[in-house]
Each structure stands twice: as structure tokens, then as C-alpha cells.
């Protein structure tokens, strides 16, 4: 996600106007716009200041790089929606099977 879509989402959630959070955070309301457009990049600290604008926090956090999905994601990109769609169905179905077996194994243990 990026820094506009961050300020977007805040601001939604805050119920806010663009007009609305500019006169908080002390700005125009185009200089919301061009945030939240990606126009413009604002420096963390003034992502900050917006943020808690709308009266949320932005915490963020280190995390050790993990690539193991990459692979899964980049092949399910170059599928269509119809396709990811129709494999998730799939997926849904054979997890349901599986709940199932689990539910019966269960069942018999513990008679």
C-alpha cells in the first residue's frame, strides 16, 4: 500500500473530507488531493501528521523478509480473474472435504 492509499483509507475511516483533514493537518485540500492521488509523496513524519489527523495511529513494525509466497502470487497474476476465481472454489471445496474427514476422525475417537 502506498502512502495516498494510506491517507485514503484514513481519511474514510475517519468520516472525512478531503477539505475536512486539510484544515487539520493545517493544508489545502489540494495538497489532499495530490497526496491521495500519489501526485505527491509526503515525507513519513508529515504521513504521520496526517494520519493522526483523522485521529488513528500509524504503527509500523520490522518483519524478516519472508519471498516464500512470491512464486504462488506472480503464477496466480498471470491467471484471469475467472481462472483465480475458479481455483479458489476448488480450493474451498477440497478444504471442505478435508473439515469433513477431520470432523468424522474426531467423532470416532472419541467414542
Do not use: H, N
Not at 489532499?32 to 515525507?43: C, D, Y
Amino acid at each position: 500500500m502506498i502512502s495516498g492509499d494510506i491517507i485514503r483509507e484514513a481519511r474514510l475511516r475517519a468520516r472525512l473530507t478531503q477539505r475536512e483533514l486539510a484544515t487539520r493537518a493545517r493544508t489545502s485540500q489540494p495538497a489532499v488531493a495530490r497526496w491521495e492521488s500519489g501526485a505527491v509523496v509526503p515525507s513519513f513524519e508529515r504521513l504521520r501528521e496526517l494520519i493522526r489527523a483523522c485521529g488513528l495511529e500509524l504503527t509500523i513494525g520490522l518483519a524478516t523478509y519472508d519471498d516464500s509466497y512470491d512464486e504462488w502470487i506472480l503464477g496466480a497474476l498471470k491467471k484471469s480473474p475467472a481462472e483465480r476465481l475458479e481455483a479458489a472454489a476448488r480450493a474451498a471445496e477440497a478444504w471442505s472435504g478435508w473439515r469433513d474427514r477431520l470432523e468424522a476422525a474426531r467423532e470416532r475417537a472419541s467414542v
